[in-house]
């Protein structure tokens, strides 16, 4: 079954140190199935990268070549906006940032279940009706 995936976990496929049990699971159903992301993923994810090369812990040509890797996997991004009212309203609901709203949003519109690391974003997918990966 398809699935929303937060940031936290894409980064620990390509990320050793931040990888777990868990974010390993979640790249194995990615071999029968897509993973979908908000259109912010795209900025958090080359965000992460920026912040690696200028903190000397990946060259630029590395962050290239992870772009490229990720590219390569079934990961849906999600164009459609919400409007900044929807997201501040689930934000301030579910006590989230409004960039873990963004991924429960999209979760919540597709009907999917949500992957993540983070603690609060799991409990706000339950509160809010939205299954997760276990």
Do not use: C
């Not at 699971?25 to 920026?50: G, M």
């Not at 991004?77 to 501040?88: E, I």
Request: cysteine-free; hydrophobic content about 50%.
């Amino acid at each position: 079954m398809p699935f929303v995936v937060d940031n936290s976990v894409v980064v620990a496929w390509f990320f050793p140190s931040q990888a777990t049990d868990y974010t390993d699971s979640v790249l194995d159903r990615l071999k029968a199935d897509t993973a979908h992301v908000p259109a912010l993923w795209v900025l958090e994810f080359s965000n992460v990268l920026r912040k690696a090369i200028m903190g000397r812990k990946l060259a630029s040509e590395s962050a290239l070549e992870i772009i490229a890797e990720a590219e390569k996997l079934p990961l849906s991004v999600d164009y459609t906006a919400t409007t900044t009212a929807a997201n501040l309203e689930l934000a301030l609901r579910h006590g989230l940032s409004s960039y873990d709203a963004a991924y429960l949003d999209l979760a919540i519109r597709l009907g999917l279940p949500i992957a993540a690391k983070d603690g609060a974003l799991h409990d706000a997918a339950r509160r809010a009706g939205v299954g997760v990966v276990a």
